[in-house]
């Protein structure tokens, strides 16, 4: 087994397809499936360097694989970091790093609009250990800088915001973590690093659901904590212990995922872009949230720090819940589901699903009203899209 360089002059689109790779001696041109959990030594003694770490190479497929093992050089590669490691799902990328850099009586300040589990992660699990995390609202500076305690380690944000895509200024957010001598860690799941590459902007960790984009058809589960050598080695060392690891075939899936990245979310951007532009011109519609607007107050963050708008836009109808559930039920195209990240586009009414378990106070101070609608926007045509969605408006 070879490994190629990471080859980091080189443009994201070629890393894309080109970073990671890891040939066996038939020199199969794509990336082979290594469907072994153990390997096998020449020697007692390389064994024996192995285990130690004194000389690389595979011992056992919790540790790493070589089809695991291109997906993390790429992934690494592609985010403009040194190392990833891979993860069985997007949450074990976020537990394994939460459990790396902290331990009990340590203190987290994150951005209040969150992935529902992450919030329950928090809350139930690291709580549990005696980690208390204080919520703040992510476009605001003053509000990080006030929840700081001598005890906080770890910033943690996701940038855009889920469903009303507020932003979080990362280069900021990182300048204030550093001060305070704690680490940022980037949920870069919306984004991906096709549009969005955090650890150039100062970020100490990415995390991401490789479930989302990264996979792109919505076929298998997996995550990954991308950054420095150093940070990364320790997540790695947990990660082979505690065991949430990458099943090889899921890496396999996801390495011909990121060859189309770049290219899926560029029209995934443009088709978001054209939907939002579209919504805001219906009568029956409010308000359109998109990043990709020039009338988005987070509009010149946006076109600094990202691409594109993205692929996910929310809009609030007139008439509240009855009015939004009308057009939810009238699609016959898109997909009524929660889930995002997919060729396929999807309708959520946030209020009565992904955020249905939080107090009406907390939902009315986050924004989400009963008339709000997500679209995670895919890649169908886009008259397709604005004729389903004109059936319920
Ligand atoms: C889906 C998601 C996760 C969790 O990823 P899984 O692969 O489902 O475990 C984390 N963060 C964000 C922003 C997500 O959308």
């Not at 529902?116 to 703040?136: H, Q």
């Not at 790695?236 to 390495?255: C, E, M, Q």
Request: overall charge negative; aromatic content about 6%.
């Amino acid at each position: 087994m070879s490994s190629d360089d990471p080859c980091l002059s080189l443009h994201p689109e070629t890393l894309a397809i080109r970073a990671g790779r890891e040939t066996s001696e038939y020199r199969e041109h794509s990336q082979s499936l290594q469907l072994t959990s153990s390997f096998t030594f020449d020697s007692a003694a390389q064994a024996a360097a192995m285990f130690l770490g004194e000389i690389d190479g595979f011992t056992y497929s919790r540790f790493t694989n070589p089809t695991v093992s291109a997906f993390q050089q790429r992934l690494a590669a592609m985010e403009g970091a040194e190392r990833a490691v891979a993860t069985s799902t997007g949450m074990a990328a976020i537990q394994a790093t939460m459990l790396t850099l902290l331990k009990s009586g340590d203190h987290i300040v994150s951005s209040r609009s969150l992935f529902g589990s992450t919030i329950n992660l928090f809350n139930g699990v690291l709580a549990k250990f005696g980690v208390e995390t204080s919520y703040v609202d992510a476009a605001n500076l003053d509000a990080w800088r006030a929840a700081i305690k001598p005890n906080t380690k770890v910033f943690f944000l996701e940038t855009p915001s889920n469903p009303l895509t507020d932003l979080a200024d990362i280069a900021a957010v990182a300048a204030i973590a550093h001060e305070a001598g704690a680490l940022l860690v980037v949920d870069n799941c919306f984004c991906s690093p096709a549009l969005q590459q955090p650890i150039k902007l100062g970020a100490d960790l990415v995390v991401h659901s490789a479930t989302k984009y990264l996979d792109g058809h919505g076929r298998v589960m997996g995550g990954a904590v991308v950054g420095s050598d150093k940070l990364v080695e320790q997540v790695y060392l947990h990660v082979r212990t505690a065991g949430p690891s990458l099943a090889p075939f899921n890496a396999w899936v996801l390495l011909s995922g990121l060859e189309t990245l770049h290219l899926r979310m560029e029209k995934h951007s443009a088709n978001a872009l054209a939907l939002a532009q579209w919504l805001q011109q219906q009568p029956a519609v409010e308000k359109v949230f998109y990043p990709g607007l020039p009338d988005h107050p987070h509009y010149a963050l946006a076109q600094r720090q990202q691409k594109s708008g993205g692929a996910v836009l929310s809009f609030q109808v007139k008439g509240g819940r009855e009015a939004a559930w009308k057009v939810v039920d009238a699609i016959q195209l898109i997909s009524r589901t929660a889930n995002l990240g997919d060729v396929k586009t999807t309708l959520t009414h946030p209020a009565s699903t992904t955020h249905a378990r939080i107090t009406p106070e907390a939902r009315a101070n986050a924004g989400i009203t009963e008339g709000l609608l997500r679209v995670a926007v895919g890649l169908e045509h886009i008259e397709d899209l604005k004729a389903d969605l004109l059936r319920g408006l």
